[in-house]
C-alpha cells in the first residue's frame, strides 16, 4: 500500500479523534514533537534486565532466578490466550483449535527446557542458595494456579478424597479450601496450614476466588462443551485438548519432579523442600492425578495416569 497523507487519512484521523471529544489537530502538533521509538524502549530491555537480583553471591542462583522469571513470562502468554478464547463470542473449533496449539507450544517449551534446571546448576551450590529460599517455593506461582483455573472446571482440581462433597451449589470458599494442593500446606501431625500456604492466600485468595468464579463457566473445558457437538468430535480439537493435558499434568509435573528429586536427594539423606510439603508422594502424577479434561481420556488411559503404559 502507498504510505501517503491523503484527505482520505486525515478525515479518518479527524473521525476517530472526535468520537472520543478531542481535538485531531493537537494530537498532530503533538506528533512533531514526539519521540522516534526503538528497541529498548518498546521491549523495555533496561527494566526487565534489572530484574535480576540475588540473595546470594553464588553465581548458579542466577540461573535459578531467570529460569523461573521466564517460566512466569510463558505463563503470561499461555494466560493470554486462554483469556481470548475463554471471551471469543462466536468460537470457531479452528479458532479454538489454533489457540490451543499455541497455549501447548509454550508449555512444550516449559516443559522441554527444563534441564536447564536439572542439568544446569551446580548441586553444591543449589543446596547453600536455597537455605536463603526458605519457605519461598514455586508452588507459590500464582499464575501456575491461575492457568490451572482457567483450563478446567473446579471440581477436577479438588482433591480427590472430598470430590463427593462438593458440587456446582457449594460456596467457592469451601471449594478453595479443598483444591488438591491444599495437601501441599498442611503440617500433616497438627492439620494446620504451614507457613507456605498462610503468606501465599494472604496475598492471592481474593484473587483466586474472583478467578475461579469468573472461569466456572468461561473456562477451556467449559468453553469446549459450549461448541456444537459434532465440533466436539473434531480430531484435531480433540487432539490439541489431549496433548495439553498430557503437557500440562504429566510431562511438565514429571519434568519437575525429576528435576527437584536430583537437587533434593543430592545429600543422601532424607530431602526436605523448602516449601515443606511431603514432595515426593505429592509432586507425582500417579498420586496428584491431576486431569483437566477426564472425559477426553478412555478408562483405560485413566487408569494408567501418569504411568509408562499412558501414550497418548
Ligand atoms: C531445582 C529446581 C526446583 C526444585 C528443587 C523444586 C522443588 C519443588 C518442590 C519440592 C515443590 C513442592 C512444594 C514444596 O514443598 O516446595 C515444588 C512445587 C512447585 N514448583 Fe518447583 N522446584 C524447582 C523448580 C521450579 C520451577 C523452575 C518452577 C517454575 C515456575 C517451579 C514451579 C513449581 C510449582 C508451580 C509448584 C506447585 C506444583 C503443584 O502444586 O503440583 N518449580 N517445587
Given amino acids: ?90 468460537l470457531t473449533t479452528a479458532y479454538f483449535t489454533e489457540k490451543l496449539s499455541r497455549i501447548s507450544r509454550y508449555f512444550d517449551m516449559l516443559a522441554n527446557s527444563f534441564s536447564i534446571m536439572a542439568e544446569g546448576m551446580e548441586v553444591e551450590q543449589y543446596m547453600k542458595f536455597r537455605n536463603n529460599l526458605t519457605p519461598a517455593s514455586g508452588f507459590q506461582s500464582a499464575q501456575y494456579r491461575q492457568v490451572e483455573f482457567c483450563s478446567t472446571d473446579l471440581i477436577n482440581l479438588i482433591d480427590y478424597r472430598f470430590r463427593a462433597t462438593i458440587d456446582r451449589n457449594t460456596p467457592y470458599e469451601h471449594a478453595y479450601n479443598h483444591l488438591y494442593w491444599q495437601a501441599a500446606g498442611k503440617n500433616h501431625e497438627t492439620g494446620e496450614k504451614t507457613t507456605l500456604i498462610q503468606i501465599f492466600e494472604k496475598r492471592y485468595k481474593d484473587e483466586f476466588i474472583r478467578t475461579m468464579e469468573e472461569y466456572n463457566t468461561k473456562n477451556l473445558w467449559a468453553r469446549f462443551r459450549q461448541l456444537p457437538e459434532k465440533d ?64 477426553l481420556w478412555t478408562e483405560e488411559e485413566l487408569k494408567n495416569w501418569g504411568t509408562e503404559a499412558l501414550k497418548p
Fill in 1 to 90: 500500500m502507498k504510505q501517503e497523507i491523503s484527505p482520505d487519512l486525515l478525515n479518518k484521523i479527524e473521525e476517530k479523534y472526535k468520537a472520543i471529544g478531542q481535538n485531531a489537530a493537537v494530537h498532530l502538533e503533538g506528533l512533531v514533537y514526539a519521540k522516534p521509538i526503538n528497541y529498548w524502549d518498546y521491549i523495555q530491555t533496561d527494566v526487565l534486565l534489572n530484574l535480576q537480583v540475588q540473595r546470594t553471591t553464588l553465581p548458579d542462583e542466577m540461573v535459578f532466578i531467570m529460569y523461573h522469571q521466564i517460566n512466569e513470562l510463558l505463563f503470561k502468554m499461555i494466560l493470554w490466550e486462554i483469556n481470548q478464547v475463554s471471551h471469543c463470542e462466536h
Fill in 232 to 295: 466436539q468430535k473434531n480430531p484435531d480439537l480433540v487432539h490439541a485438548m489431549r496433548h495439553y493435558d498430557y503437557t500440562v499434568n504429566i510431562t511438565w509435573v514429571m519434568a519437575h519432579f525429576h528435576a527437584a528429586k536430583k537437587y533434593l536427594e543430592s545429600s543422601g539423606e532424607p530431602a526436605e523442600a523448602t516449601g515443606g510439603s511431603e514432595w515426593k508422594k505429592y509432586m507425582l502424577p500417579q498420586y496428584q492425578r491431576r486431569i483437566f479434561f477426564p472425559e
